[in-house]
């Protein structure tokens, strides 16, 4: 699968690589991970903080994959709004989500935090009302979610027009948000965890998985075999491929980077997004890009995506300029990326009935994957120290069994 297109920014920032080898012998360990993404290297993490034995392989190079065309804006609002999720789940478990996302951003800003040689800051999160006739629906969202106790400030267009110069009906400001350099969080991890023993190969592909009672077989591409108690398929978007059942449905997303700016505005201190579907959204860098993304599509055939990537960036670059026409600015970099989207918002973390409880899926997908793949590294290292987390059921396969 063709995972990205154009000149995705934290490619070109982040050029310079360690490599590590393919894997070109047999071998054994307590867990195999399949992936060296951010989802991966945040899982290789916590499993080795709990004491286990772990090698990570991956048929590109570390974070190369979806990892590097994202945007990177870490939130604990996901794409559905919390009084949707309430309506398909029940408040409860709305809650749980978006308290798990909350919980995560946290932990995310405090892992991040000590890194010198990793870009990322706490931030501000605006969302705002984008059409007249969202407001209604914008103001009761932000009075669920006051009322489930989330830190929230309701803005409405005086304050909007004040604070952001933005003309919109209402918008919910939030003080739980981050923004990071993901490559670079993904390389960090992993060589941390490299430290800790775990073993990375790179340019090493699985082709196929047979579990048995007490642990899986594993076939690579180049015919190697790897023998271990568990897998963790942390394979992107491309894990569907591993299942016969359809989870997920993959759509492109868009994005562009801006040449710095001598004052990105609010937006240093602030991302933003809007309430339409599919939203358009924005943060800075640390020096002083901007970074604006949306127009998603239903498209999933590489070439076609690779043709729409010019005309895309122009019109994000004019819906941007039509909200904030005080931020002038120009394209540098534009990308795309394949990304999936579960039917209702949530991922997936948790072994499927095909394979049975050793292969454990990590498919964070949605717009917010970066702050799943945080909540799925302790749900998987719970899972195989056979504990229960609070969110392994939500965000188990088990809820398409449920009508
Ligand atoms: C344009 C765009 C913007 C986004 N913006 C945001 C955002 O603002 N905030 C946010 O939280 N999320 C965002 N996302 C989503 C986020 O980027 C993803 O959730 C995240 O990158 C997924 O990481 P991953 O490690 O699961 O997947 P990947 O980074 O794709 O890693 C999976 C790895 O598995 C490897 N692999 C696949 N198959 C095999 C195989 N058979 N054998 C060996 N290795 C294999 C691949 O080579 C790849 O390196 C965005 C995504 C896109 C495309």
């Known amino acids: 699968m063709d995972l990205k297109s154009g000149s995705p920014f934290w490619m070109l920032k982040n050029a310079q690589a360690e490599f590590h080898p393919p894997l070109t012998d047999d071998h054994r ?49 996901i794409d559905v709004e919390l009084q949707s999720l309430a309506r398909t789940f029940g408040i409860d478990d709305a809650v749980l989500a978006y308290r798990a996302c909350e919980q995560a951003v946290e932990s995310l800003t405090r892992l991040t935090r000590p890194m010198r040689d990793v870009d990322s800051r706490p931030m501000q999160s605006l969302y705002f009302s984008s059409h007249w006739y969202h ?51 993904a390389r960090r991890l992993l060589k941390d965890a490299t430290g800790k023993g775990v073993r990375v190969f790179e340019r090493t592909c699985l082709k196929e998985l047979s579990p048995t009672p007490r642990g899986v077989n594993v076939t690579l591409a180049n015919g190697k075999r790897v023998r271990c108690k568990h897998v963790v398929m942390a394979a992107g978007y491309e894990s569907q491929g591993f299942l016969s059942e359809r989870v997920a449905r993959n759509r492109s997303s868009y994005a562009f980077a801006s040449d710095p700016m001598p004052d990105p505005g609010f937006l240093a201190n602030c991302m933003v997004w809007e309430s339409a579907r599919p939203y358009l959204y924005a943060r800075s860098t640390l020096d002083h ?52 989207e579960t039917k209702d918002g949530l991922p997936f973390f948790g072994p499927h009935q095909q394979y049975g409880p050793r292969v454990h899926f990590a498919m964070a997908y949605g717009g917010n994957g970066i702050t799943y793949s945080a909540i799925g590294a302790d749900i998987i290292r719970d899972t195989i120290q056979g504990k229960t987390h609070p969110c392994a059921r939500l965000f188990s396969f088990e809820r398409l069994r449920r009508k």
């Open 29 to 77: 360990c307590d867990v195999l991970i399949v992936g060296a993404g951010i989802t991966a290297a945040l899982i290789a993490r916590a499993l080795v903080d709990a004491g286990m034995q772990v090698c990570l392989i991956d048929k590109r190079q570390v974070g190369w994959g979806s990892t590097a065309a994202s945007t990177a804006l870490l939130q604990y609002e």
């Open 135 to 185: 407001d209604r629906r914008v103001r009761r969202e932000g009075k669920l979610r006051k009322e489930q106790g989330f830190a929230l400030e309701c803005l409405d267009n005086s304050e909007l027009q004040q604070r952001f110069g933005l003309d919109a009906g209402v918008g919910l400001l939030s003080a739980v948000a981050a923004e990071v350099d993901p490559v670079q969080l």
């Open 289 to 340: 890009r901007l970074i604006i993304g949306g127009e998603d599509d239903s498209i999933d055939i590489p070439l076609k995506r690779d043709a729409s990537v010019g005309k895309k960036s122009e019109t994000l670059k004019r819906k941007f300029n039509a909200w904030f026409p005080a931020l002038t600015l120009d394209v540098a970099f534009s990308w795309a990326g394949t990304f999936a």
